[in-house]
């Protein structure tokens, strides 16, 4: 993800860390573990980007 710099207009990027605890359990599967990952970072980014000043 990129996103303007408001100082200088170049794009920078953005980097996300999940760390998991232990009230909900992961999956067992590689693929359903990343198809869960993508949909929370699907559902996170939108608003963490707005809170940045991305459009």
Known sequence: ???P???QGSPRKYAVLVELGES???P???VDRRKALKEFINGFAPSA???QGCS
């Open 1 to 3: 993800m990129r996103a």
């Open 5 to 7: 710099d408001a100082d």
């Open 24 to 26: 909900k359990p992961v």
């Open 28 to 30: 067992e599967d590689v």
């Open 49 to 51: 980007l707005r809170a």
